[in-house]
């Protein structure tokens, strides 16, 4: 089993889509969730932190396990998003795993068209309930 996290940072901006570099051999050139691959012996949270540092040049502050999305096409990948509600620095590109960072509003991030993951929707409609019931 192949374990990757993902990270959604949420703040007054929207949330943090970063678009994969076209070399990449996974996703090229698409919108994802910065986040990565677990290392042997790591857990979920440090490998967060580990790869929110590596990609985005920052430390997740606060944040809390959304929801796991086991891959359709395999049964041997398994993403575990995470919501990222406070951070050190602002994220910025740090290495060259991503050619762009944006924030958008949660519609228009179900708009996208060229997601790295269909099953990214699924996230954005928990994310919209939760930001529902805390704006009441």
């Known amino acids: 089993m192949v374990d990757i ?4 940072f949420v703040g007054p901006k929207g949330i943090l889509l970063a678009r994969r570099s076209p070399h990449k051999k996974a996703y090229p050139d698409l919108w994802s969730l910065p986040g990565g691959h ?5 857990t979920l949270e440090d490998a967060l932190i580990r790869e929110i540092a590596e990609e ?9 396990f959304l929801m796991q999305i086991d891959h359709p096409s395999t049964s041997s990948v398994s993403f575990h998003i995470f919501v990222v509600s406070s951070w050190e620095s602002e994220p910025e590109i740090a290495n060259n795993e991503h050619t762009e ?10 708009g996208l068209r060229d997601l790295a993951l269909q099953e990214y929707s699924e996230v954005f409609e928990r994310l919209q309930g939760i930001s529902s019931s805390t704006d009441a």
């Open 38 to 42: 677990v290392e042997a012996s790591e």
């Open 5 to 8: 996290v993902n990270a959604v």
């Open 101 to 110: 960072l944006t924030w958008l509003s949660i519609e228009d991030a179900k």
């Open 56 to 64: 985005l040049n920052t430390k997740p502050l606060s944040f809390k």
